[in-house]
């Protein structure tokens, strides 16, 4: 049985993203913050958006080393119960520290907060 979609084509769609979506990132930013009138601000955020990809690529590399197969030992690191833990910690801790870093310096809160305020003061 041959298989729909082998490693080797993921490795090459998630190397690829890694270099497209900062790309796009910064192009939809610019979009999105000509639109609030925020040029420089939507490109840094669009291109801080985008810098997942290679986040993400980082992930699938660390994530393939983990789980490979080893030949000359027999040994697979999908068969391991303190891998699969090892890995959802590691996925986790990487995704708070995301989520901080994001919420903290991409997309602070007082900038919702503001947005929040002029859509009240322009209701009334």
């Known amino acids: 049985m041959q298989e729909l979609v082998t490693v080797e084509q ?57 789980v490979r197969y080893d030949p000359e030992t027999g040994r697979a690191g999908l068969h391991s119960v303190s891998t699969l833990i090892l890995n959802a910690l590691i996925f986790a801790a990487v995704g708070v520290m995301l989520g901080a870093f994001y919420r903290r310096v991409v997309f602070p809160a007082h900038e919702h907060r503001e947005r929040t305020e002029e859509a009240q003061d322009a209701s009334q």
């Open 10 to 66: 993921a490795h090459r769609l998630i190397a690829a993203l890694a270099w497209a979506l900062p790309l796009a990132g910064v192009v939809v930013g610019l979009i999105a913050g000509a639109a609030r009138g925020a040029i420089g601000r939507g490109a840094w955020q669009g291109f801080a958006v985008g810098l997942l990809g290679p986040i993400i690529y980082a992930m699938w590399l660390l994530y393939s080393q983990m």
